[in-house]
């Protein structure tokens, strides 16, 4: 996936081991992990740290998948997309600020048009 200047996205994937000694410790010294006494989420955008790591065997739950996340999965993998949307929304602020002033200028310049509209109607 790429973006419209060609840079590659960054794709997230989350994660699931069973909670083990090995897979606990490998999640504490990850940036979005989840740890239960049953199971261990992470969520990251290099899996080739997984692969590399001692906690095999795991899977990939695909977004069609997360159906059968409980609520507090869910909330806990939303809190991760907020921080990731956040940090994205700081690096490309300059980039967001012109595209809502542009929106508000043509935002202006049709209701200008429509007040000049219904103008020549009366």
Same mark, same amino acid.
Not at 22 to 37: D, H, L, N, Y
């Given at each position: 996936?790429? =973006?419209?200047?060609?840079?590659?996205?960054?794709?997230?994937?989350?994660?699931?081991?069973?909670? =083990?000694?090995?897979?606990?410790?490998?999640? =504490?010294?990850?940036?979005? #992990?989840?740890?239960?006494?049953?199971? =261990?989420?992470?969520?990251?955008?290099?899996?080739?740290?997984?692969?590399? #790591?001692?906690?095999?065997?795991?899977?990939?739950?695909?977004? #069609?998948?997360?159906?059968?996340?409980?609520?507090?999965?869910?909330?806990?993998?939303?809190?991760?997309?907020?921080?990731?949307?956040?940090?994205?929304?700081?690096?490309?602020?300059?980039?967001?600020?012109?595209?809502? #002033?542009?929106?508000?200028?043509?935002?202006?310049?049709?209701?200008?048009?429509?007040?000049?509209?219904?103008?020549?109607?009366?």
């Amino acid at each position: 996936m790429t =973006t419209n200047k060609g840079k590659k996205k960054k794709q997230y994937n989350l994660c699931a081991f069973n909670s =083990t000694e090995e897979s606990v410790e490998f999640a =504490t010294k990850q940036r979005f #992990s989840r740890i239960t006494s049953e199971y =261990t989420l992470i969520y990251t955008d290099n899996t080739n740290i997984i692969d590399d #790591s001692v906690c095999q065997p795991y899977i990939i739950i695909k977004e #069609s998948e997360t159906g059968c996340l409980t609520d507090e999965d869910r909330d806990w993998l939303l809190s991760c997309n907020i921080v990731i949307i956040a940090e994205e929304a700081v690096k490309h602020k300059e980039l967001i600020l012109n595209g809502m #002033s542009d929106t508000i200028k043509k935002l202006e310049k049709a209701l200008e048009a429509e007040k000049q509209n219904l103008s020549d109607n009366e």
